[in-house]
């Protein structure tokens, strides 16, 4: 079993930034590929952002590519989304989300067996 816990979402202004944080416990964290999907109203869940076991490798949706960097720390076993020039569109709840393998399409929502809560993330024009 894993518990995710995310946090750090709120209001923020276009332009503006926010960290989320996933904190994990259950299962051994470092053996485990963690991404971040989100879900705007109305919309399904699409993939925003995964790192790697030993954080080597990163991979991103295009709409998020070089304003959002994903990364990890294993020894407090806690991944991160810092994400920078929100735009409106930008607006979802975001889940922090976990699975045992690495390979395939990191993509995929039905890939990841654990899932966080969600924060929301609401960015005002």
């Known amino acids: 079993q894993v518990q995710l816990v995310e946090s750090g979402g709120g209001l923020v202004q276009a332009g503006g930034s926010l960290r989320l944080s996933c904190s994990a416990s259950?299962?051994?964290?470092?053996?485990?590929?963690m991404g971040w999907f989100r879900q705007a109203p109305g919309k399904g869940r699409e993939f925003v952002a995964a790192v790697s076991r030993s954080a080597g490798s990163t991979y991103y949706a295009d709409s998020v590519k070089g304003r959002f960097t994903i990364s990890r720390d294993n020894a407090n076993e806690t991944v991160y989304l810092q994400m920078n020039s929100l735009k409106p569109e930008d607006t979802a709840v975001y889940y922090c989300?976990?699975?045992?393998?690495?390979?395939?399409?990191?993509?995929?929502?039905?890939?990841?067996?654990?899932w966080g809560q969600g924060t929301q993330v609401t960015v005002s024009s």
């Open positions: 989300a976990s699975r045992p393998y690495e390979g395939g399409s990191v993509h995929y929502v039905g890939s990841y067996d654990y």
């Open positions: 259950g299962r051994t964290f470092s053996s485990r590929v």
